[in-house]
Each structure stands twice: as C-alpha cells, then as structure tokens.
C-alpha cells in the first residue's frame, strides 16, 4: 500500500522496521510505501488530540522496496488554491506515491472558490474535514466524500459561512 498521513492538528510520531523514526505535526505529509513489507507504528506522545486523514493506494505494481517520506506544506500554499501534496512524479515539491495519481490539500476560505479540470475521468473528492463545500452544486458538510466521474470541470466553493472548509481532493487515472 500507498500510506499517505495528513496531519490537521496535533502531531504522531512514526517507528518502522526500517529504522525510519520521525513525528510529524499540523501541515505535514508523510507517504510510506509498504512494499515488500515494514512493520511500523505510529502513536500521539503529546497531550494535545491529534486529528488526521490517513489514505491508502494500491501501488502500481508488487514487491516494491518499503520506503518513507515526509513533506512540509504550510497553510499559507494551500490558502484558497489546490496544492499538490502527493504524485507519481513529485512535481511541485509534493511528495512521490507510486501510483498514477494525484492529491490535492485546500484550505478555501468562506465564499471563496476555485475552478480546476481534471486530467483523469475520475476525480474525487476525499474528505472535507472542516466546514462545508459546494461541489459542482452539491453541498458536503464536514466527514463527507464524494465520488465523481466524468467531470473534466469542478467548481469548489466554501459554503455555509462557519469559517475555511479544508479538503483533500483526488485525481485518478
């Protein structure tokens, strides 16, 4: 598997088999590729509540080496824009999955939008984890996903006027 961990708030700390030992915190992305195999754990060592998204994809093919990276990406890149966190290539500083895909952070602020084009026939939109958003006219509201397919344009509005909605959007090939 393809394990990318965003974290919101808080922070977890990671150990693997790999002797890869590293805690991220709010902001931060960590991709680890399972591979071959790693056994790992990760655990909250603070007193403050840690909130994330954890996402896993399938890698594009078996027996891949086990490996683990970790990406700063400061609110300010995600402010009312998409900003690539994860692909196959690692352009634009995101970090590398091995998988033909790309993952998007946003933090749109309210009656902000944004208007993008899918390069895949299938994007979807993965976790709205804050405040509301209007997709293409439908409204999700915090702990919502959405499936969609065959949309090359998606318009992402913050609805609801209760502050920013914070996203992860996908697209997939």
């Not at 700063?72 to 352009?91: C, M, Q, V, W, Y």
């Amino acid at each position: 598997m393809e394990i990318i961990t965003y974290i919101i708030e808080g922070e977890l700390s990671h150990r693997d088999s790999t002797g890869t030992e590293a805690t991220i915190q709010q902001d931060d992305v960590q991709r680890m590729s399972a591979g071959t195999g790693v056994v790992h754990s990760e655990y909250n060592h603070s007193d403050k509540p840690v909130h994330l998204l954890q996402i896993w994809i399938m890698p594009e093919a078996d027996g891949l080496q086990p490996s683990y990276e970790d990406r700063t990406f400061p609110r300010a890149e995600k402010l009312n824009r998409l900003r690539l966190i994860a692909s196959h290539d690692g352009r634009d500083g995101s970090t590398r999955i091995n998988q033909d895909a790309s993952v998007y952070a946003s933090l749109l602020d309210s009656g902000k939008s944004l208007e993008t084009r899918s390069r895949a026939r299938t994007s979807r939109l993965g976790a709205v984890d804050r405040g509301e958003l209007d997709v293409n006219g439908t409204r999700l509201a915090k702990g919502d996903g959405a499936a969609i397919s065959d949309e090359s344009r998606l318009t992402l509005a913050s609805a609801g006027g209760n502050g920013a909605a914070e996203f992860l959007l996908f697209d997939l090939a």
